[in-house]
């Protein structure tokens, strides 16, 4: 517990943006690679994007962009140009280069609405 704390989140309105950001500080996070999901209500759970190689999710492809500090133990989403259909919790999870376990954070709410 408390390896991934996720903050940001919360009201925005369509077409502005939002930045998550998740701080891992308690693991080597250099080694680790890093994911980002969402699921929104009565929704399977869908990747968003990660890193290592920078995929992204074709609903937000071209809008969200995810990115890392690897002085700062930190990793970050950054939404742009948000739709309602973003309307989820967001979950950032670092998982080390080789594989293993995957450590979650908590989530956070992300509501787009006008």
């Known amino acids: 517990q408390g390896h991934v704390v996720q903050s940001g989140g919360g009201l925005v309105q369509p077409g502005k943006s939002l930045e998550l950001v998740c701080e891992v500080p308690?693991?080597?996070?250099?080694?680790?690679?890093v994911r980002w999901y969402r699921q929104a209500p009565g929704k399977e759970r869908e990747l968003v994007a990660k890193?290592?190689?920078?995929s992204v999710h074709p609903a937000v492809r071209g809008r969200f962009t995810v990115s890392r500090d690897n002085d700062k133990n930190r990793a970050y989403l950054q939404m742009n140009n948000v739709e309602v259909e973003d309307t989820a919790v967001y979950y950032c999870t670092v998982q080390h280069r080789i594989g293993g376990h995957e450590y979650w954070g908590q989530g956070t709410q992300v509501t787009v609405s006008s």
């Open positions: 890193i290592p190689y920078d």
């Open positions: 308690r693991l080597t996070f250099s080694q680790f690679d």
